[in-house]
């Protein structure tokens, strides 16, 4: 199960000191829901980042802060630099998320 984030410092302490991957999602979001259950498979798939969810109705300052405004959006930083975002209100399959971690330069 990933963790949820629970605070901006959260973000910011991940954003600056690891390799992570925030996947920007909502309770009400169907697309989001169908993501949900090949996320633990994902994660395994690249145990060299950390994983954290973000609930856009929880943070929606922080959401406006780093543009995202479609979900389920992933966003990936290392050590404080943005690596990339997968940004968009489309449905993203398994393959479209594996196909974007593995094109990550860290």
Same mark, same amino acid.
């Given at each position: 199960m990933m963790k949820k984030l629970e605070s901006v410092d959260q973000f910011n302490e991940y954003k600056d000191s690891h390799d992570t991957i925030f996947m920007f999602t909502a309770g009400w979001c169907p697309d989001c *829901?169908? /993501?949900?259950? /090949?996320? =633990? !498979? &994902? $994660?395994?798939?690249? =145990?060299?980042? +950390?994983?954290? +969810?973000?609930? *856009?109705? $929880?943070?929606? !300052?922080?959401? &406006? $802060?780093?543009? /995202?405004?479609? &979900? =389920? +959006?992933?966003?990936a930083f290392s050590k404080g630099h943005e690596l990339g975002r997968f940004v968009s209100r489309d449905r993203k399959t398994p393959e479209e998320i594996e196909a974007f971690i593995a094109g990550l330069q860290s």
């Open positions: *829901r169908v /993501i949900d259950p /090949i996320m =633990p !498979d &994902i $994660e395994k798939a690249f =145990p060299n980042y +950390s994983f954290l +969810s973000v609930d *856009r109705d $929880e943070f929606i !300052d922080l959401c &406006i $802060e780093m543009d /995202i405004y479609g &979900i =389920p +959006s992933f966003l």
